[in-house]
């Protein structure tokens, strides 16, 4: 039994990833709206090397869970026909071409043509690697894991750490932005996410093998789950409270805020992977 961060890699991966994908689009929808201001623009994409530095952590992790990072390319073998190969294939492609399109604007070398264009797709892509990463862990033998609080949990990952983080970078950045209405999507996530652990927690009680209840895999999850509400909530308070008081955050108070909602949203990833159970079999850390 534990908490499930002997997959410490996969957590980071996961994590990072849906965060950078959230941050991603904020990001680039500012930077869309800020077509009149090149300088605004250059600003932003400067404060973007965050995104990809981030990104690129999470791939690292990602790669200390196959076993030899030397035979990462091997996960590529059955794209199509493996959930794993599919999301190996979404991630690195998201990177690649969110990356490309980062390092040409960097360089004032992005044809103007296509610079929205090609900022609309990486968006896209960045969803679709959330989405490949929730169709891993449909597994019709792991029934705390088969269900549809697994794709919710991914994707409020995402609306939750994605606008914070996105914020911490347009503030870098000097730019402004409508912080309320990103600030409101983040809140609905974390209200969505309250009554997605509630729901999944009765499912957890009815849920069991032949050998033992799903709930036991982790004994403490109901006190685990509340350190992480908790640390959400105050991540997000770093961000929205001096909104509420009409007054700009500082960046240190979002850098704050973003490191409470990864460590809440880290917290909640193991207990996920903790939940671990095979039919017939309970299999835990």
């Known amino acids: 039994m534990g908490n499930g961060w002997h997959e410490w890699p ?57 076993g030899s990072p030397l035979r990462a390319f091997n996960s590529l073998n059955r794209i199509g026909a493996s959930s794993l190969s599919n999301e190996i294939a ?11 399109w980062w ?19 990486s968006m896209v892509l960045g969803v679709l690697f959330v989405w490949a990463m929730t169709r891993v862990y449909q597994i019709d033998t792991v029934p705390t ?7 919710a949990a991914f994707f ?8 914070l983080l996105a914020a911490l970078l347009l503030r870098l950045a000097g730019m402004r932005f409508p912080a309320s ?12 996410s309250v009554a997605v652990v509630m729901l999944q927690s009765m499912q957890l009680g009815e849920t069991h093998s032949s050998v033992q209840q799903a709930i036991a895999l982790v004994p403490d999850y109901g006190l685990l789950q509340v350190v992480r509400l908790l640390l959400v909530v105050l991540g997000l308070g770093c961000w929205i409270c001096p909104l509420v ?9 979002l850098l704050a805020g973003v490191v409470l909602v990864v460590a809440g949203e880290i917290i909640g ?9 095979t039919v017939g079999v309970a299999v835990a850390g």
């Not at 207990?271 to 671990?276: D, I, P, Q």
């Open 10 to 66: 996969l957590v980071l991966f996961t994590v990072l990833g849906q965060c950078v994908a959230g941050g991603l689009i904020v990001t680039g929808f500012v930077w869309m709206n800020a077509k009149d201001d090149n300088i605004g623009q250059m600003r932003i994409v400067r404060s973007q090397f965050l995104l990809w530095v981030l990104m690129g952590i999470g791939f690292i992790a990602s790669m200390m869970h196959l």
């Open 90 to 100: 979404a991630g690195s492609l998201f990177f690649a071409v969110g990356g490309f």
């Open 103 to 121: 390092l040409l604007a960097w360089l004032g070398k992005l044809p103007a043509a296509l610079g929205r264009t090609w900022l609309i797709v």
């Open 145 to 151: 894991w088969h269900n549809g609080y697994t794709t």
């Open 156 to 163: 409020l990952t995402m609306l939750t750490g994605g606008p």
């Open 181 to 192: 209405r990103f600030a409101t999507i983040s809140v609905a996530a974390l209200i969505t």
């Open 245 to 253: 008081m009409r007054r700009q955050p500082k960046a240190s108070s």
């Open 269 to 277: 990833r193991g207990l996920f992977y903790g939940l671990h159970m």
